[in-house]
């Protein structure tokens, strides 16, 4: 299927917006419009034309205030404020901390899902510092001690109402709901 073969050749893009070009006859094969379901054959020329980059990858610097907490020439610490996203997706394309980081700081190395000096998130709700990499060599090393789990998080939780025990472990895992993943 074509909508499955431009998957493994467009980096970043969504399978949802593979089929909405094929719906919108932005897919052609041949030079001919064809649907999602098309199979490909061997010696196809297969083109795409979307509308527009995926907004998650503009990265539009914009001057918000950061909470620096240490700052040296290679990393940043970070407190992120409750209710900013760290990086632009699905409807928070600005006012995110690498919006903020991009205005304030330049050149800053890029992961490997090009966003710039992060090597790890916190969620839009949580407040917290973040550990932000000047350099590509802060970069490769902060992100394999978060590999490693060699570096050391806490976490802290606030909750009310009538709590039976003191202390307690959540175990299991937290995710996104399967198909709508703006639900967790």
Not at 24 to 47: A, F, L, M, R, T
Not at 50 to 62: G, I, N, Q, R, S
Not at 150 to 173: F, H, K, Q
């Amino acid at each position: 299927r074509v909508d499955k073969f431009l998957m493994n050749y467009i980096e970043k893009a969504t399978r949802n917006k593979i089929q909405t070009a094929a719906k919108e006859g932005n897919i052609h094969v041949n030079e001919v419009p064809v649907k999602s379901n098309y199979k490909v054959k061997p010696g196809d020329v297969v083109q795409v034309m979307f509308e527009h980059p995926p907004y998650e990858f503009l990265l539009t610097p914009e001057n918000i205030p950061l909470d620096i907490v240490y700052e040296d020439d290679a990393l940043l610490v970070v407190n992120k404020p409750a209710g900013m996203v760290v990086h632009p997706g699905h409807g928070n394309y600005s006012g995110t901390l690498i919006n903020a980081l991009v205005y304030h700081f330049e050149n800053l190395p890029q992961n490997s899902d090009e966003r710039p000096g992060l090597v790890h998130r916190i969620d839009k709700d949580t407040s917290g510092l973040l550990v932000v990499a000047r350099t590509e060599q802060a970069m490769t090393k902060l992100a394999k001690q978060f590999f490693d789990k060699s570096s050391e998080r806490e976490y802290v939780a606030l909750v009310w109402g009538n709590v039976e025990e003191d202390e307690g472990t959540i175990e299991g895992n937290i995710g996104r709901h399967p198909k709508n993943r703006l639900q967790n």
